[in-house]
């Protein structure tokens, strides 16, 4: 196939809720200049978001280390984090973008196909008819017309089922509360929570799903701000991000306006998390 020679990339990119927590992290320019060289080798080798030299061989860490002239170990730890924040998926042992539609054009890339609603969904069985495919026909060389059409028929016949299994962010809100150590002061906080519930609907209708760490960290940020700057101040925060369309909540609206109740949560930790 031909590389796509660019990819689309949103301006409010940098407020979205996986980079902020990204950017907390240990070597935070490190791992996202990774991200981004991992974006733009994906469209050279337009490959639906999937890493496979030649259709045979999957992308190590190693190789992806020389390609992106880092340190083995940095590009590792990018790896694990972007598979932490569902920002990449290991298929078969083959790394993938699920959400690489985001990213580039499909019309263009793929003018011989409609794509409906949940063309995202149909995108992550395309990847993963690739990549099975491919590690079981290691010696023969992939008709890739042929297998477009076999994922297709894959596609349809599973389609039904898939929608069913499909999780939401309340979903994974209720997984996480069956352990979450904190769950008691949730409990006793009913404007919190109503306003935790508008804000993950708010992200299910962006088709934004957040993992259960994702989950984990809002949660003990919400509480975090609750206690600083009280429910009434971070409940506006969270409705002013949502009537703005931001992808994540500004929280600095609430630090510039209000003095907080007290200097520090106690946690240093949760104390780090000041833009999620």
């Not at 020389?66 to 730890?77: E, L, S």
């Not at 894959?154 to 997984?175: F, G, Q, R, S, Y």
């Not at 509360?177 to 769950?183: E, P, Q, R, Y």
Request: contains cysteine; aromatic residues 8%.
């Amino acid at each position: 196939m031909a590389d796509v020679k660019w990819i689309k990339i949103t301006t409010d990119i940098f407020d979205d809720e996986k980079l902020l927590l990204i950017e907390s992290l240990p070597e935070a320019d490190s791992i996202i200049v990774i991200w981004f060289k991992l974006l733009c080798l994906a469209g050279k080798m337009n490959n639906s978001g999937v890493f496979l030299m030649n259709d045979k061989i999957a992308f190590t860490d190693e190789m992806l280390a020389t390609i992106f002239r880092r340190k083995k170990n940095t590009v590792k730890m990018a790896l694990d984090t972007f598979q932490n924040f569902g920002m990449i998926e290991i298929v078969d042992n083959v790394i993938t973008i699920p959400n690489w539609g985001k990213h580039q054009n499909l019309d263009q890339l793929e003018n011989k196909r409609e794509y409906m609603r949940e063309y995202m969904q149909e995108y992550r069985k395309k990847q993963q008819g690739i990549a099975c495919k491919t590690n079981s026909k290691t010696n023969s060389k992939t008709n890739v017309s042929l297998l477009d059409k076999d994922i297709d028929k894959e596609i349809d016949k599973e389609k039904e089922v898939e929608k069913k299994k499909k999780k939401n962010n309340l979903a994974t809100l209720d997984e996480v509360l069956v352990d979450f150590k904190d769950k008691a002061i949730l409990d006793s906080n009913e404007e919190l929570q109503n306003i935790i519930i508008t804000w993950l609907s708010y992200k299910n209708e962006r088709k934004d799903y957040l993992t259960k760490t994702g989950i984990k960290t809002l949660l003990n940020k919400f509480i975090t701000m609750e206690k600083s700057y009280g429910v009434e101040a971070v409940v506006e925060c969270v409705n002013n991000s949502i009537s703005n369309n931001y992808q994540g909540i500004i929280w600095d609206r609430i630090k510039k306006n209000i003095k907080p109740t007290q200097s520090s949560t106690g946690n240093a930790f949760l104390d780090k998390w000041a833009n999620v």
